[in-house]
């Protein structure tokens, strides 16, 4: 076999350890979205508590969190006292908003779920899994920040604690409040 | 004709007729099909390995009542498709579309079929011309001391 046959075979294996080493070690949670920098879709449905239309349409020229969950989802849970940390950190600032969706739920099985965590921001059913599908999200808890100018800036998919919360806060909601750019980078 | 024999008939007819089949053809417009035919092309993304005419997941559900509707309003299979991966990207179509880095995909693994043959056949080639065409000259004969070595070893 000559070198130049050898280099070749050795650059091929060496390519195929890579790609087996991103699918072994990569996180699986991380799935590149097409979504951000397009326009957030404009979707409304019912206030799970009220039964009021809640419509993102409202809050226009506002930084907006949105965050669907489900009371059959476990991750939902761990990461229910997160979020609401998150709400009380922004939620005395007026260009800031946060939303949840209760993603493929019973209606009394989330009231209840509300009840017994409790929430201090309002949350509005996706009623036929229109808003998930137009937000293209896979599963629950999934996390959605939109600028002012209506744009998706960011998307993560799993539970907003540890230092995911520290990246949402600090170096995503803060700056985009702020007018500053934004790291994306965990 | 008997009773008995005439309620015999009755009931191979009813047991022997393709009725279900019909049933299922007649129960399937237009619409349905397209709708099949569309769903069969998205992933569904809860489940990853089926599409969501197979899958039985709520999410895969409400996929195809998407379809379904988008296709009442006079959508084309191609818009909806658009949809789709305007949403979720390429990762939601069970083909990745052919363009960009996808390409890799489609003819990765005919270019490593094509190098691995060429490999292949380069080795036994080389392996063929190396095997001498004549044969190898024989061993030289055996001193005395050496045969009678042998003798005695066979013997024991």
């Not at chain 1, 709400?87 to 019973?106: A, E, R, S, T, W």
């Not at chain 2, 008997?2 to 279900?20: A, E, G, H, K």
């Not at chain 2, 129960?27 to 099949?36: G, K």
């Not at chain 2, 179509?93 to 060429?118: A, D, Q, R, S, Y």
Request: net charge negative; charged share 20%; proline share 7%.
């Amino acid at each position: 076999m000559t070198k130049g046959w050898q280099l070749t075979l050795v650059l091929i294996l060496l390519g195929l350890f890579a790609l087996f080493y991103q699918g072994l070690w990569g996180d699986p949670r991380h799935i590149p979205t097409v979504l951000i920098g397009t326009d957030a879709p404009m979707v409304e449905g019912p206030d799970v508590e009220t039964g009021d239309v809640i419509s993102l349409e409202q809050f226009k020229g506002k930084v907006v969190l949105l965050n669907f969950w489900a009371s059959w989802c476990y991750e939902c849970k761990v990461e229910h006292e997160s979020v609401l940390q998150l709400h009380q950190l922004f939620k005395d600032d007026p260009n800031f908003v946060m939303l949840g969706v209760n993603y493929q739920d019973k209606l009394p099985d989330a009231q209840q779920y509300l009840k017994e965590y409790g929430t201090t921001f309002p949350h509005m059913r996706d009623l036929h899994g229109q808003i998930a599908i137009d937000y293209g999200v896979y599963g629950v808890p999934e996390t959605f920040v939109i600028d002012q100018e209506g744009k998706i800036r960011y998307k993560y998919v799993g539970p907003v604690t540890g230092h995911m919360y520290t990246t949402i806060t600090q170096n995503i909601i803060a700056p985009l409040l702020k007018g500053q750019p934004i790291n994306t980078k965990s | 004709m008997r009773m008995s024999s005439r309620f015999t008939l009755i009931l191979l007819l009813i047991l022997t007729s393709p009725w279900p089949l019909l049933a299922e053809v007649q129960d399937e417009t237009a619409l349905d099909i397209q709708v099949r035919e569309i769903a069969k092309t998205l992933r569904c993304t809860v489940c990853q390995t089926e599409n969501i005419w197979e899958s039985g997941a709520p999410l895969a559900q409400q996929m195809r009542g998407v379809v379904r509707e988008r296709l009442k309003l006079g959508h084309s299979p191609e818009d909806i498709k658009e949809y789709f991966l305007s949403r979720y990207g390429d990762y939601i179509m069970m083909e990745p579309p052919k363009h960009g880095v996808n390409w890799f995909i489609w003819v990765g693994p005919f270019i490593l079929l094509l190098g691995g043959g060429l490999l292949l056949y380069k080795e036994v080639n080389g392996w063929v011309r190396g095997t001498p065409s004549t044969p190898a000259a024989p061993p030289p004969p055996l001193d005395e001391q050496a045969r009678q070595r042998l003798e005695r070893e066979l013997e024991s």
